[in-house]
């Protein structure tokens, strides 16, 4: 399959992309009948700049269709293939996660060939093709403790560990090290499987103190 | 040695023109500024037709070798057939610059002589010489629509004639078989009127391209010397002279010289010393490289098998970026389980942490990656490592086999996930990095263009050896024989040094730069290349034949069978109306031995060391010259 990026046409735009703060859903403005790719980046990225380098990956992972799938390995890139039938029913589609960046490209898919050609985005005065959304998380660290002993003889002690809990609801498309701690001299980046782990902990007698690598992502 | 100048070609005849040069400045540098006799009058030269203007760069150079601080201070124009305008041409540094000049700008230029700017002895004359050159003419009349071009010059000069010492200065090319113009020019000549005051000149010369004893000139190089030094004698603070040759009369000349034979010298000296290398760079195959047992150091790996530089550069950027085994117990982990994480594998490490350590590596290496100066400074670097360790055709070589040299120095094992991870740290970063073509790529393109550059340079180099082929050899045994022993006597001393230089050139301008050097450091060892020519000549013989007597042997060619006239004549030529000798006089005991021998020769102080020049001066009369 070939993917390739042509030239903008004033008659098949794709614009205007919008996200209600709270809201999981993206809308955009599409010309009647034309087929969409929503693509994620890393917050604050040049995206129409990228726009070819999704081209490359498009063809190595195929179109994605009926949700996000990452295309570089987890690294910050998602795209996902929004036919105009699926586009009809809420004028958008569900985004994948936050702290980044969206773009919605037009495309139209060649039936027999499967080729898929992507219209140049434009910009068009305040209506753009791309749009950010940033993300609050919230982080709980506190000393880890457990209980010792029997009987009249249990309690509490410290375990030598601090005990870090992440939000219960997951933060889709994330990318490995948007966030990380500092403790000892390094930094050790946070995955997404810490993520879905929720609790995580950390042997030390400092606290590790938690940063973000992500312009979106704000740790509260 | 320096980069240099990037040069096309070098041959074995531009080492020679080095040479020669060298040699030629030695009566100017090395051996003190000496000046001989200056002119005494303003002058000008006058280049009548296309043929004669060729002539300037010969005429031109004879007289400033004489007299070097004239050259703004002697007017040549040249003046064609067609177009109205005159052709100012002079010297600008090495080069030589022509520019039309309007008839009504020769004037203003010929009042600049009289300024003072260039300090004439007097300015009661002009002198001013017409050169015509008979080369080019394919009809008698050709001669007389030259000649024309005199009055011209003469208007347009705007000096009154009673002021002006003028000579027509002829060079007559003759035919062996049928002589049509010769002959024309020849009757011309014989109907000369000098006493029509207004129209005529106060002296012709007329010099033939073929001697009274039949012999013919290959080009005008000895006519364009003639006429240099009847130039010379005749612009002469000595009145005498100067009077005999503009008294109205038509005249030629007999010729001889001596000089240092610098072009022979250079010729011997450069082409013996090029002969030595004859088996150097041969550009044979050299396959063998990747065998040599000390191929992995010269191509720069270390203990590891990992390039030195990317090694170093490692250990410089991520020296406190790898975890220690404390650190890594500071990782995250799934339970509250005291497990010491450092002495898991990378596997279990890795499971343990979610992950945490892939990432924290991938981060890690992109830290690493290095900027644009960094690459850059890694190709000098290494450029210069393939240098020191391989030949050109080795380094040829390396870049016909360079999917072999890859793998040898990608030659890093994948860590496997088995591995503790305190040792995966450091071995996952070698493995990645010679797996990354952004650090990798750069070492492979230097090799390319080594071999590349290597390629062009013996392409370049076997050119150049062949150059020393085209040369012409040396007629004199007994100046081959003298300077293959001054040369044998560099070599005994300094061979070792010199093939060890030359290992070290590179390119055609790092060969040019040492070719020229040790040129150089044979001239300066060697104080008879920088001698007068007498005293080199002296030297020669005397290697020869100590009896000899090196004078003697000087003034036999100034007047033996190396002297010839240069016009043949009905009647013989007579008496001389002047005999000179012109050489330098300071310090000279050729010049004491000749003014002893020669008490009618009139001797002019030329200030050059490198030759000696005889020349005669004969009226020709009308019936001597049909």
Not at chain 2, 18 to 24: K, L
Not at chain 2, 43 to 55: N, Q, R, T
Request: include cysteine; proline fraction near 3%; glycine fraction near 6%.
């Amino acid at each position: 399959m070939k993917v390739e990026m042509i030239p903008s046409d004033p008659k098949q735009i794709a614009i205007n992309l919008t996200h209600k703060m709270g809201s999981r859903f993206l809308k955009w403005d599409s010309t009647p009948g034309l087929n969409a790719i929503l693509i994620q980046f890393p917050y604050g990225e040049d995206v129409i700049a990228r726009v070819p380098e999704v081209c490359s990956l498009l063809e190595d992972y195929g179109l994605p269709e009926g949700g996000f799938q990452s295309l570089n390995e987890g690294k910050g890139i998602w795209g996902r293939y929004v036919p105009y039938e699926e586009y009809q029913k809420d004028k958008g589609c569900e985004l994948n996660g936050e702290a980044c960046t969206y773009l919605v490209v037009g495309c139209k898919v060649d039936k027999i060939t499967g080729d898929v050609q992507i219209y140049t985005p434009t910009e068009q005065a305040m209506m753009k093709p791309y749009c950010s959304i940033s993300y609050e998380m919230s982080i709980q660290t506190r000393r880890h403790t457990v209980m010792t002993g029997f009987g009249p003889f249990k309690k509490e002690v410290d375990s030598g560990f601090y005990e870090v809990s992440f939000p219960s609801q997951a933060l889709e498309g994330y990318m490995d090290g948007s966030i990380a701690y500092q403790l000892g001299g390094i930094e050790v980046p946070i995955t997404g499987e810490m993520l879905k782990q929720k609790t995580i902990y950390v042997e030390s007698e400092d606290m590790p103190i938690f940063v973000s690598n992500n312009k979106g992502l704000t740790l509260k | 040695m320096g980069n240099g100048e990037t040069i096309k070609s070098l041959s074995a005849k531009d080492l020679i023109t080095y040479f020669s040069g060298r040699m030629c400045n030695a009566s100017y540098l090395e051996n003190g500024i000496t000046t001989g006799k200056e002119p005494c009058y303003p002058m000008i030269v006058f280049m009548l037709g296309s043929e004669a203007i060729k002539g300037y760069e010969q005429l031109s150079q004879n007289l400033f070798q004489i007299w070097p601080q004239y050259q703004d201070g002697i007017l040549f124009l040249g003046l064609e057939k067609e177009g109205d305008d005159f052709i100012y041409i002079r010297r600008d540094n090495t080069s030589v610059v022509r520019e039309t000049l309007p008839e009504e700008n020769v004037s203003r230029l010929v009042e600049g002589l009289f300024s003072g700017e260039t300090p004439f002895a007097s300015t009661e004359r002009l002198l001013v010489y017409y050169l015509i050159d008979t080369a080019a003419f394919f009809e008698e009349q050709e001669y007389d629509e030259i000649c024309s071009l005199r009055y011209k010059a003469e208007t347009a000069i705007g000096v009154v004639k009673t002021r002006i010492l003028d000579m027509q200065i002829i060079l007559l090319k003759e035919n062996q078989g049928g002589n049509l113009i010769g002959n024309y020019v020849r009757n011309k000549l014989s109907e000369y009127d000098f006493s029509d005051r207004e129209h005529s000149v106060k002296g012709i010369l007329v010099l033939s391209n073929i001697s009274e004893d039949n012999k013919m000139l290959p080009s005008w190089n000895v006519a364009y010397r003639i006429a240099s030094s009847v130039i010379v004698l005749s612009n002469n603070s000595d009145s005498r002279v100067t009077a005999d040759l503009f008294s109205g009369m038509i005249f030629t000349a007999g010729y001889a010289r001596v000089e240092k034979p610098t072009a022979d010298i250079a010729n011997v000296i450069v082409k013996n010393f090029v002969e030595r290398f004859t088996n150097k760079s041969t550009g044979q195959k050299a396959d063998y490289v990747l065998q040599d047992k000390s191929f992995n150091e010269k191509i720069g790996l270390d203990e590891n098998g990992m390039l030195r530089i990317l090694s170093d550069y490692i250990a410089e950027i991520s020296g406190n970026m790898i975890p220690t085994p404390d650190q890594f117990n500071y990782f995250p982990r799934r339970s509250d389980d005291h497990i010491d994480l450092s002495v898991l594998t990378v596997k279990e490490f890795n499971e343990e942490t979610m992950g945490a350590w892939g990432c924290y590596f991938g981060n890690l290496l992109g830290k690493m990656a290095p900027s644009k100066e960094t690459i850059e400074s890694w190709k000098e670097e290494y450029k210069r490592l393939l240098r020191s360790g391989f030949t050109l055709e080795e380094r040829i070589a390396l870049a016909e086999q360079i999917s072999e040299v890859e793998k040898r120095i990608k030659n890093v094992k994948e860590v496997s996930e088995q591995t503790g991870i305190t040792k995966a740290a450091e071995d996952s970063m070698r493995y990645s990095i010679v797996n990354n073509d952004r650090f990798m790529a750069v070492f492979l393109e230097s090799i390319r263009e080594e071999g590349e550059s290597a390629t062009q340079f013996i392409a370049s180099w076997k050119q150049f050896l062949q150059s020393r082929l085209q040369i012409f050899s040396v007629r004199d045994e007994n100046l081959e024989i003298f300077y293959k022993k001054i040369l044998q006597n560099y070599l005994d001393s300094h061979e070792e040094k010199v093939f060890e230089d030359f290992e070290e050139v590179q390119n055609l301008s790092q060969l040019k730069e040492f070719f020229e050097d040790k040129l150089k450091e044979i001239y300066l060892g060697n104080e008879v290349l920088s001698d007068s020519f007498e005293v080199e000549l002296g030297e020669r013989l005397k290697d020869q034949d100590e009896e000899i007597d090196v004078q003697h042997y000087i003034s036999d060619k100034l007047t033996g069978d190396d002297f010839h006239r240069y016009l043949s004549v009905q009647f013989s030529l007579g008496e001389p109306v002047l005999s000179a000798i012109l050489l330098k006089q300071e310090g000279s005991a050729l010049y004491a031995s000749l003014k002893e021998a020669n008490e009618n020769t009139y001797f002019y102080d030329t200030g050059d060391g490198n030759l000696a020049e005889s020349t005669v001066i004969y009226r020709v009369t009308s019936d001597n010259l049909i």
